[in-house]
């Protein structure tokens, strides 16, 4: 459920974030949402972040998933080859 949320900020700082937001194709709502949710969510090396679920579109993730591993063995490859 949304609900609305007044913040006072430099106007210099809201201009600048609503030039970056246009330059992303965001609002500045979902700018702001992201950066709160960034500040409070603490994914452990196992748990995958919803930002990273939220992309990930219908892909469906194992269960057993290694985010770590799974970094580590691509860094492998691309560097020890």
């Known amino acids: ?4 949320l007044t913040l006072s900020l430099d106007e210099d700082i809201i201009q600048k974030a609503k030039a970056y ?7 500045l709502s979902s ?7 960034s500040l409070t969510e603490k994914p452990t090396s196992t748990q ?3 930002k990273i679920k939220r992309i990930s579109g219908k892909i469906e993730i194992p ?4 985010l770590e591993e799974e970094l580590r063995k691509g860094l492998e490859e691309k560097h020890l080859r």
């Open 63 to 66: 269960a057993d998933f290694d």
């Open 31 to 37: 700018l702001v949402e992201d950066f709160f949710e």
């Open 48 to 50: 995958i972040s919803s």
């Open 1 to 4: 459920m949304n609900k609305k």
């Open 21 to 27: 937001a246009s330059q992303t194709g965001k609002s």
